[in-house]
């Protein structure tokens, strides 16, 4: 069954360091997420994309991060300047239209901690 | 903002009992989604409910949806240990989900 995929499970990285993650979406996905969640509270927007271009951001979703798809298929989440507060499970996600709605799909995650 | 509220928070009960997880949300959607996540885990996709009166059902799951009352729930019958784990309600609206609180349940022997 094809799946979302996102490297690496788990990273360390020290406060004001660069970090990205990776994400293989299913393919012929059109429509992509990321997410976080902090270690026991809600899952938290922060972009969509759509087309190659972003669709959608969050509040959280400011200067500091970037979406990039540098092959045409594989995903980037970059946050720049890392703070402890970014620490979080970040998943990726993708999604196809059924007609009505869209059906989307949570890769495993990426454990981000930042000392 | 669209506000997705989830209750109860937590939910602890006794293996072969029935409950209900209610999900209420803010604005007008027909489409909602339900989504398990064990600890430590990702979020497994449960149902996708994108219609009033949708009702689907899995095992000892069974979710429906009200876009009127804006208004979805997620029955437990029988519940078994291994229905264990956070439950998340998801309303779909412009380009991205809005998530509930969660409710997280124990099954307890």
């Known amino acids: 069954e094809p799946e979302v995929t996102q490297t690496p499970s788990h990273q360390v990285t020290q406060m004001g360091q660069e970090v990205i993650l990776r994400c293989v979406p299913i393919?012929?996905?059109?429509?992509f997420y990321w997410y976080r969640q902090i270690l026991g509270q809600k899952v938290e927007f922060l972009v969509s994309?759509?087309?190659?271009?972003?669709?959608?951001k969050s509040e959280i979703f400011d200067d500091q991060f970037s979406v990039e798809r540098p092959d045409g298929s594989n995903f980037t989440l970059k946050i720049r300047s890392t703070k402890l507060e970014d620490s979080a499970m970040y998943f990726c996600?993708?999604?196809?239209?059924?007609?009505?709605?869209?059906?989307?799909?949570f890769g495993q995650g990426t454990r981000l901690t930042v000392v | 903002e669209l506000k997705v509220e989830q209750n109860p928070l937590f939910l602890s009960m006794q293996e072969g009992k029935n409950y209900t997880i209610y999900c209420n949300y803010s604005?007008?959607?027909?489409?909602l989604y339900w989504y398990r996540q064990d600890p430590g885990k990702s979020l497994e996709s449960l149902f996708v409910?994108?219609?009033?009166?949708a009702v689907k059902q899995e095992g000892r799951l069974m979710a429906s949806l009200d876009t009127k009352a804006r208004l979805s729930t997620l029955h437990i019958t029988a519940a078994v240990h291994d229905l264990s784990a956070t439950y998340f309600c998801?309303?779909?609206?412009?380009?991205?989900?809005?998530f509930g609180t969660g409710t997280s349940l124990t099954v307890i022997p």
């Open positions: 996600a993708s999604g196809s239209w059924t007609g009505m709605g869209t059906e989307a799909f």
């Open positions: 393919s012929n996905h059109l429509y």
């Open positions: 994309f759509y087309n190659n271009e972003i669709s959608e």
């Open positions: 604005t007008t959607s027909d489409r």
């Open positions: 409910l994108l219609s009033n009166g």
């Open positions: 998801a309303v779909e609206s412009g380009n991205q989900f809005y």
